[in-house]
């Protein structure tokens, strides 16, 4: 069982210029939520946990409002890939209303990754179920 995680941004290069700002945003997000679980101790480099955490923000082609986050889920030491998680992030206009939607993503990855440790199937966000994927790389 897991204990230890280290939290890496993953990035969002589709976003050309403001690719910093969300990639901070999700970072900051997504770190602060895991802190409040205390389910793992995050911990400053990969050499030391058991689990790699990589947070992107990533578009489909083709999908209209077709922004996930995602939470990809290593083993640290193999580096083997262990899950991957995708939740819809809503599109906005305005800087605050993208930073609530990436909040919202964000609690939804949470309660997947809740699900994962306790091992029952995820289920898909009430608002956007067709949306919502987990995969296992088994």
């Given amino acids: ?17 403001k ?8 970072y ?4 602060k939520a895991l802190t409040d679980d ?16 990589e947070i992107s923000i990533f578009y489909v082609p083709g999908q209209f ?7 990809t889920i290593r083993d640290a030491r193999s580096q083997a890939l262990l899950w991957i998680i995708d939740e819809p992030v809503d599109g906005a206009y305005r800087q605050k209303t993208f930073e609530k ?10 309660i997947d990754l809740k699900a994962l440790e306790n091992s029952v199937p995820p ?3 009430q608002a956007t179920p067709a949306k919502t994927r987990i995969q296992s790389s088994n």
């Fill in 1 to 17: 069982t897991a204990k230890t995680a280290f939290l890496s941004a993953g990035g969002a290069p589709v976003l050309g210029n």
């Fill in 19 to 26: 690719a910093n700002l969300v990639n901070n945003l999700d």
């Fill in 28 to 31: 900051q997000v997504m770190y």
């Fill in 38 to 53: 205390h389910r793992y101790q995050l911990v400053s480099t990969p050499s030391e946990a058991d689990l790699s955490l």
């Fill in 65 to 71: 409002s077709s922004a996930s986050l995602r939470l």
């Fill in 101 to 110: 939607n990436l909040d919202k993503a964000c609690e939804q990855v949470i």
């Fill in 123 to 125: 289920q898909p966000a």
